[in-house]
């Protein structure tokens, strides 16, 4: 437990007889009362002054065990797997050395046990890791992950940096594929949480530096027979720098080793994780929270969303649902490599596959028959939005932009009920349709890389203009769309606007060049979520399918066709119940 102190009267002067400014001073508690409890689940425990005591060894492989043997819930593979590449650790009179191996030759049988570490990762040589070597020439990270396997008795462990081929394109695809399996079979995985570097380490402690003391007090209880009966206790007390990293949620969740992208996969997919933070040991698995001086954990249902569920029962909609919240989170994460973006998510959508068997299109990281539903994703209006320097994704997918974007959707009106030749009555007539995608590896030499072929209403947008003073309501789709009336004779009697709108990127709207005519429009995607469709910009005509008279858009942004969140439309007649549909790419 954690008390805090403030003065009450009087003048209280702290080290080097400094007076103290009366900020909060927060400390961890130990009651004697914990410490010495009979039931072990209730009993506290000081920390270790070593990360690897053997009190410390003891306890993690007790969470372990405990966890293969009773939690449903974090059951690995049916079938017995192993990893392409392991290193197996050696240890001789206590130096350890490793040796990089091919599982398949000599063969290691399949089900073999082996820890996966999660870390800062950071280059390797290959033909080097072939050799045996000692663990001293590899960075810290490495080292400790190595000692913490001989301690727990596991004799290989799967490390990304050293067990994929890096200068190797095909071996990266091929190995970045699997590793939802390897941190779904590993035994352990090892997460060096406080490390900010490879080389940091993670298993150093400074706590028996840590001024702590210990307080004596009584308790009187009555005896039942009129007397009292006095108890000595006792408790220790003690601050160890910043007092949140007591929480599990600092500890971890305010990591810098869980900002990366790379590191949510991980933990997400992982059986079971020992985290090691500075000067503390936390456990996590779909069953339970363990830490080691046995504090009750304060946020087990947040844990719970971050690690993705097992189970060969869940539909997708369940699963959808945890998709959406990983994005989100992982949106606001930071890969070194830019390009990663998709690679470092593929492991979660193949949990998802392989319940499902739902198509999912790998070159935007979105799911076939969920389309209609996912082009609506937009930003969130929070921090800074902008576009990779190199391409990574088509304009209609999440993954083409950089920062915070909101993806969960919800019916705000609906066309069953509209009334007969209405705007909304007229548009569930119409029914989006996905025509076709690119192939799952797009050529990264073609004008329509990644591209999406749908058949839905659309209409040409003839201007699009920004509010100059954004009323309230219209503070999330802050551009007007216009678009030109014709007479029943076929001229022009002026603009009106028929849709607000939202860019992707707000600045957009300043360089937004009509080259020609034509050039903006309004593509229809849904008439009962808030937004109802996309702004897209035609970029080219492509020679191989002009001929079939197809242009080539890009997005833009998201626009409604009515006011937000309401049913009155901003302009009935924008689609009227003859509407032709149109085929449309999107790149």
């Known amino acids: 437990m954690w008390v805090e102190y403030k003065p009450i009267a009087g003048s209280l002067r702290g080290k080097g007889d400094v007076p103290w400014n009366g900020d909060r001073v927060e400390l961890s508690i130990f009651d004697s009362l914990d410490l010495l409890a009979t039931t072990p689940e209730n009993r506290r425990r000081l920390p270790s002054a070593s990360c690897l005591s053997d009190e410390n060894v003891q306890l993690m492989q007790h969470w372990i065990d405990d966890c293969k043997l009773n939690h449903n819930e974090c059951l690995g593979s049916s079938e017995p797997w192993i990893p392409t590449r392991l290193l197996e650790i050696g240890c001789v009179d206590g130096n350890i050395s490793v040796r990089l191996v091919e599982t398949s030759d000599p063969p290691i049988p399949k089900g073999s046990p082996f820890a996966a570490l999660s870390h800062m990762w950071v280059s390797s040589n290959y033909k080097q890791l072939k050799r045996l070597i000692l663990a ?90 009129g007397e009292k009966k006095q108890y000595n206790q006792y408790m220790i007390a003690y601050r160890d720098g910043d007092p949140q990293e007591n929480y599990r949620m600092f500890a971890v969740s305010g990591s810098k080793w869980d900002t990366r992208g790379w590191t949510l996969q991980e933990r997400s997919l992982s059986t079971r994780s020992v985290h090691f933070c500075r000067n503390k040991i936390f456990y996590e698995c779909r069953n339970c929270l363990r830490v080691e001086d046995n504090e009750p954990p304060q946020e087990t249902d947040l844990v719970n969303r971050v690690l993705w569920p ?86 209609w997918s999440w993954a083409s932009l950089e920062g915070d974007l909101i993806f969960w959707q919800r019916s705000f009106r609906s066309t069953e009920s509209a009334l007969p030749g209405s705007l909304l009555y007229n548009l569930g007539r119409h029914h989006f349709e996905v025509l076709g995608t690119d192939k799952a590896d797009p050529d990264p030499r073609s004008e329509t890389r990644g591209f999406l072929t749908v058949r839905t209403l659309a209409k040409h947008i003839s201007r699009i203009r920004r509010l100059g003073k954004t009323p309230g309501k219209r503070v999330f789709f802050p551009y007007d769309l216009s678009m030109v009336i014709q007479k029943t004779d076929g001229e022009e009697s002026g603009e009106k606007v028929f849709a607000h709108g939202r860019l992707d990127i707000d600045g957009d709207g300043e360089h937004i060049q009509e080259e020609e005519d034509n050039s903006l429009m309004y593509l229809h995607i849904d008439g009962e979520m808030r937004a109802t469709g996309l702004i897209l910009q035609k970029i080219s005509k492509d020679s191989s399918v002009e001929a079939t008279g197809v242009n080539i858009w890009r997005r833009l942004g998201i626009a409604t066709l009515f006011v937000d969140r309401a049913e009155p439309a901003i302009l009935e007649e924008v689609f009227p119940d003859n509407d032709l549909l149109r085929t449309i790419m999107l790149v």
């Open 136 to 225: 001293e020439s590899l960075p810290r990270n490495f080292l400790d992950s190595a000692l913490v396997c001989v301690r727990l008795g596991i004799r290989y462990i799967w490390i990304d940096s050293l067990c994929i081929v890096q200068d190797s394109v095909a071996d990266w695809k091929h190995e970045a594929a699997l590793m939802h399996l390897v941190y779904r079979n590993a035994q352990v995985t090892i997460v060096a949480t406080s490390a900010t570097s490879s080389h940091d380490g993670f298993l150093e402690r400074s706590i028996d530096k840590i001024p702590a003391v210990k307080i004596a007090y009584s308790i009187d209880y009555p005896d039942g027979v």
């Open 310 to 395: 097992r189970g060969t029962t869940m539909s997708f909609d369940e699963l959808y649902e945890h998709w959406q919240f990983y994005l989100a989170e992982y949106c606001q994460r930071n890969l070194t490599v830019a390009t990663d973006k998709l690679p470092a998510i593929q492991s979660v959508a193949a949990e998802i596959i392989a319940v499902t068997g739902c198509k999912y299109v790998p070159y935007a990281g979105m799911w076939l028959h969920n389309l209609r539903k996912e082009l609506l994703w937009h930003s969130s209006g929070f921090g800074s939005i902008c576009r990779p320097a190199q391409w990574r994704a088509p304009s």
